[in-house]
């Protein structure tokens, strides 16, 4: 006898008449404050009710959730970001039968504080485009090993960001670009193009806060500190093509993480491959 898959209540029909599939794949990068990152698309799967220790960051690209928080049905609109706190119970299945897609960041406190516990709880889907696509592209630069100071200056906005939308007078007010403190983080990125530097140690060497030394640095240069790194070492990397030094090897000397991180970036800002730059 068929079963007709279209019961009254839409969790029940996607998790029993759905066959289950699930597409996982999670990792721990070096970026301060990022417990772990997870990519999945479920089908015909359902949360239980549990907790994370961590804050939990996701954005859906495909499909819908719909998951209970403090007793209150909440769901995943298009375009929003969903932030649910630690230690607050919450569980989720998909909201239409071809399942959902989601990207999540899971972090700890450094990054967002318990003060924020109370308004994410009230309100845990933050409809706002900048957000949203802030949220994707940390997501593209965590994927790349090589990338953390573009990773760390992303998330050290978003949270920034997310401050400002829970508790909105907290939001950092618009200042004009402070030079002198932009000229001294670009001053310690051009001492250190090759091995580098963390946000976090940077701004401790200039006294600032990472959030408004991103800022600082991109109002006053128009460009953000980890572009300029980066753009520093694909100039040396072409002087060295030139020389003749394999790409391999100018990727070590250059302070990209490996090859592939050599020619993407290089790539972008030349226009071809490092090993086609060269040949004559």
């Not at 450094?110 to 889907?125: E, Q, W, Y």
């Not at 030079?179 to 990125?189: F, I, Q, S, T």
Request: glycine share 8%.
């Amino acid at each position: 006898m068929h079963r007709d898959c279209r019961p009254a209540h839409a969790v029940v029909l996607y998790v029993l008449c759905v066959p289950p599939q699930r597409e996982t794949s999670a990792w721990r990068p070096g970026v301060p404050g990022v417990v772990e990152v997870f990519h999945a698309h479920y089908t015909g799967y359902a949360y239980p009710m549990h907790v994370h220790e961590a804050w939990t960051l996701l954005i859906v690209d495909d499909g819908a959730v719909r998951y209970d928080l403090d007793r209150h049905e909440h769901g995943t609109p298009r375009d929003t970001v969903t932030l649910l706190p630690p230690h607050i119970p919450h569980n989720g299945a998909p909201a239409t039968e071809h399942g959902f897609r989601k990207r999540v960041l899971y972090l700890d406190g450094s990054r967002l504080a318990d003060d924020l516990i109370g308004p994410a709880v009230d309100g845990p889907a933050l409809a706002d485009p900048v957000l949203r696509r802030r949220v994707a592209r940390l997501h593209t630069a965590l994927a790349h090993p090589g990338d953390e100071l573009e990773a760390d200056s992303r998330l050290t906005l978003i949270a920034d960001r997310v401050r400002g939308l829970l508790r909105p007078g907290t939001a950092p007010q618009a200042r004009h670009a402070d030079r002198p403190l932009a000229r001294r983080l670009r001053e310690l990125l051009d001492e250190r193009v090759v091995e580098g530097i963390s946000l976090e140690e940077a701004a401790r060497l200039v006294h600032a806060h990472p959030a408004h030394l991103v800022r600082a640095f991109s109002g006053a240069f128009g460009i953000a500190p980890h572009q300029y790194l980066t753009s520093r070492r694909v100039d040396r990397a072409r002087r060295l093509l030139l020389d003749g030094r394999p790409p391999g090897e100018v990727a070590a000397l250059t302070g990209f993480h490996d090859q592939s991180h050599l020619t993407r970036h290089f790539r972008r800002l030349v226009g071809v491959t490092p090993g086609r730059y060269a040949r004559p």
